[in-house]
């Protein structure tokens, strides 16, 4: 497996360079953590952008034992690219034709400043005091990026569950800056079931006795709220059968799991193994800013338009592919269905596939041969 190592890329060091986030405050410096696989073209017109999803990172592909500035976050879970079998030689998105970048997101704890980042105007971590994050913020940071590298125009973005929207809102906000969108597992806004499991998490780091207003970095972390939060999640993430055959046969009590109730059932020690997992590798502040960020997407509101038809016709010289997964409960069918629809009302070149897996959610991570066809036929299509 090729080796590869994250690189950085700051701006905003400067007052008048700073990057104004939706919210209007001026915020700087902004360092992004980023991978790269590929060679850029002569041209410059083979970059395919990649967004990771919730709890994802900037390394999408390859090895990678170690990131500068991370430290026990970077667990063994971490060194194998999370879409490894996607991006490569020969792939779906083949790497000896594209440039892929994949950058981890403006708040998160993979490299990217985020809360854990170090507040030049204190010496100390931002913690609690780190801003709220949209989604505009997030993709404009990229843009700079992408800027940065030489690129004027993007030959694709690509994005699965929270990736996707924000696929799409770099392809509605930079119409001209991209040319093939891809959406994987996705929709086109905040459903009310979305809205719900994603205020139980918040509502379970926020209560966790740890947590301390997000100042916990010199003292005892949320680990508690935060497994709870990932918990609630993962149940969306893996279908039912799924995690029936995943669960050990035996069932497993640590002491001090729970003050009263014994654990009775493989899937409970399932469930408790996946919580206990995420929080050796992942930030409770990054975790809520994320959050808050999917909470308040509006794609209308964030473009600046008024309805989904005068803001599809942005995109008729773009060509869309969104995939369903049939047995996806955190991203239903019915949401692509709904953007696939709003898409070819304004006449927006679009292909819709569905994916018949028993994985649920996660297939779009875990089953490449069910996509790569249609992603090759995307990306390489004249």
Known sequence: MEKVRTKFFTFGETPSGRMRLQSGRRFGPVRLAYETYGRLSKERDNAVLVFHALSGSQ??????????????????????????????????????????????YLGGCYGSTGPRSINPATGEPYGGRFPAISANDVVDSQMRLIEHLGIERLHAVVGG???????????????????????????????????????????????????????????????????????????????????????????????????RYRISHPVESYILHQGRKFVRRFDANTYLRIMEMWQRYDLLKDAGAT????????????????????????????????????????????EHITVHSDKGHDAFLVESRLFTPHVTYMLNEK
């Open 161 to 259: 569950s929270l990736g996707g929207m924000l696929a799409l809102n770099l392809a509605v906000r930079y119409p001209e800056r991209v040319g093939r969108v891809i959406s994987v597992a996705s929709g086109l806004g905040v459903t009310i079931l979305q809205r719900i499991h994603n205020f139980e998490q918040i509502y379970a780091i926020e209560e966790d006795g740890n947590f301390n207003g997000g100042d916990y970095y010199d003292g005892r972390p949320p680990l508690k709220g935060l497994a709870l939060a990932r918990m609630i999640s993962h149940k969306t993430f893996v279908s039912l059968d799924a995690m029936s055959r995943r669960a050990r046969a035996e069932v497993v009590q640590r002491e001090k799991d729970l003050r």
């Open 59 to 104: 390394h999408a592909a390859g090895y990678n034992p170690s990131v500068p500035g991370v430290g026990r976050l970077w667990t063994d879970e971490c060194r194998v690219g999370w879409w490894n079998d996607f991006i490569g030689p020969g792939r779906a998105v083949d790497t000896r034709r594209f440039f892929v970048i994949c950058a981890n």
């Open 307 to 350: 309805n989904y038809n005068a803001l599809f016709r942005r995109c008729r010289r773009q060509r869309f592919l969104v995939f369903s997964i049939d047995s996806d409960v955190c991203y239903y069918p019915e949401e692509q269905e709904e953007l696939v629809g709003r898409l070819k009302k304004a006449r927006v070149t679009c």
